[in-house]
Antibody
Framework: EVQLVESGGGLVQPGGSLRLSCVASGFTISNNYMNWVRQAPGKGLEWVSVIYNDGSTRYADSVKGRFTISRDNSRNTLYLQMNSLRTEDTAVYYC?????????WGQGALVTVSS | DIEMTQSPSSLSAAVGDRGTITCRASQRISTYLNWYQQKPGKAPKLLINAASNLQSGVPSRFSGSGSGTDFTLTISSLQPEDFATYYCQQSYSTPYTFGQGTKLEI
């Protein structure tokens, strides 16, 4: 069974940092495109970042230069390092598998950026 | 970026009604269009990919159609568990953008 379990969310002050983790089971993340998608409270879905099976990465303009996506193949775990956080980064962050469509989603990790 | 616009933003309907949600892309995207269902407090669930391909386990009352810039999600006979928010997403070019969502309410 495919499962994605996020952790690492919490409350952080503006300008602070946080790292999200996503442990995958039932498949190998290095053979798949893995994404982070976020949803601000009461708002729609926004793609944040992707790491391709070849290890290359891409970012939404809104997070470029501040967020870094990575993976640990030995742990089958995806990460999102978030630096210089802003209030507008407050959202539930989902770990998502998929290339042209997103077929498996984690339960989400809430990140709140507030003073 | 490709902009995706859904209509309506909210839809009130009754059990047994036919529900129709439309999604328009700001440029032609062939059939690179996916539909997701999201219930409160839950992650989105993929319903349809490539405009009309129903995911395994999704009831056959759901169907998708369209190509180019205009797409439709149809629920033939609404069931209580179908009341949720629906999102379209284009996967024609990165960043893969979503529509703003359509809330289907009783």
């Amino acid at each position: 069974e495919v499962q994605l379990v996020e952790s690492g969310g919490g409350l952080v002050q503006p300008g602070g940092s946080l790292r999200l983790s996503c442990v995958a089971s039932g498949f190998t993340i290095s053979n798949n495109y893995m994404n982070w998608v976020r949803q601000a409270p009461g708002k729609g879905l926004e793609w944040v970042s992707v790491i391709y099976n070849d290890g290359s990465t891409r970012y939404a303009d809104s997070v470029k230069g501040r967020f870094t996506i990575s993976r640990d193949n030995s742990r089958n775990t995806l990460y999102l390092q978030m630096n210089s956080l802003r209030t507008e980064d407050t959202a539930v962050y989902y770990c998502v598998r998929g290339s042209s469509w997103y077929d498996y989603w984690g339960q989400g990790a809430l990140v709140t950026v507030s003073s | 970026d490709i902009e995706m616009t859904q209509s309506p933003s909210s839809l009130s309907a009754a059990v047994g009604d036919r529900g129709t949600i439309t999604c328009r892309a700001s440029q032609r995207i062939s059939t690179y269009l996916n539909w997701y269902q999201q219930k409160p407090g839950k992650a989105p669930k993929l319903l349809i990919n490539a405009a009309s391909n129903l995911q395994s386990g999704v009831p056959s009352r759901f169907s998708g159609s369209g190509s180019g810039t205009d797409f439709t999600l149809t629920i033939s006979s609404l069931q209580p568990e179908d009341f949720a928010t629906y999102y379209c997403q284009q996967s024609y070019s990165t960043p893969y953008t979503f529509g703003q969502g359509t809330k289907l309410e009783i």
